[in-house]
């Protein structure tokens, strides 16, 4: 069985990656599943999302010398100039969902709703101890409710309204997330370039 290690310490994105690549025979690990001291401290310190996925693959790799998928990922909002985008997780100092979303909306207090347009994005780099790193990207497009929206889902959910469903994030199942979500569509260009790849 094909193995792969999720560089992710984030519950969510461990949930949905696992939904993604169990029904494909993948044996999923994540950072959630190994002891803290296996996991190196990680300073994601990159430019944009990819860098940043990039930095966080190869310090797995370089402890593990496996095969390790980074995600990195965040929300750009039109009406603060692509903020909080690749500083998302700690937008309001600390890695705090509920403190990142209280932010937002003041951000935004009274911004109209023709202008809280905003997008996900994600950058997955794959990485192989004897292979040139796989690179793809995926955006979702919708905008930012004036309130919370929903149970499920994880992060900044609750307040994206997605143009594809309808609805916000946390008012759906995983499963129809990813269907339209940034994650969905990146793990859809991994998975067409994947097979090449790991033959190369
Ligand atoms: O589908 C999503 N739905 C809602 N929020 C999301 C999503 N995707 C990313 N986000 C937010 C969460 C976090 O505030 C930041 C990701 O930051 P990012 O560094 O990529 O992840 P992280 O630090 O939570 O986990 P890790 O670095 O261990 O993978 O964007
Ligand atoms: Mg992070």
Request: proline letters at 4%; glycine letters at 8%; aromatic letters at 8%.
């Amino acid at each position: 069985m094909p193995k792969i290690l999720i560089a992710t310490k984030n519950p969510g994105k461990a949930r949905e990656y696992r939904k993604i690549f169990e029904p494909k025979g993948f044996e999923v690990t994540t950072l959630l599943d190994l002891d803290a001291d296996q996991v190196p401290v990680i300073d994601e310190n990159g430019s944009s999302f990819a860098e940043n996925a990039l930095i966080k693959a190869n310090a797995l790799m370089n402890v593990t010398h496996a095969t390790v998928l980074a995600d990195d990922s965040g929300l750009c909002v039109d009406a603060l100039d692509g903020e909080p985008g690749i500083h998302s997780a700690r937008y309001a100092g600390d890695h705090n969902d509920v403190a990142n979303r209280k932010k937002l909306l003041e951000a935004l207090k009274g911004v109209p709703a023709s202008e809280r347009t905003a997008y996900f994005h994600t950058s997955i780099v794959v990485v192989h101890p004897d292979k040139a790193p796989l690179e793809v990207s995926g955006e979702a497009f919708g905008r930012i409710l004036n309130q919370e929206n929903g149970n499920d889902g994880f992060g900044y959910d609750p307040l994206f309204y997605s143009n594809d469903l309808q609805k916000s994030f946390a008012e759906v199942s995983v499963d129809e997330k990813n269907q339209v979500s940034h994650r969905g569509k990146a793990v859809k260009k991994l998975m067409a370039e994947f097979d090449n790849w790991w033959q190369d």
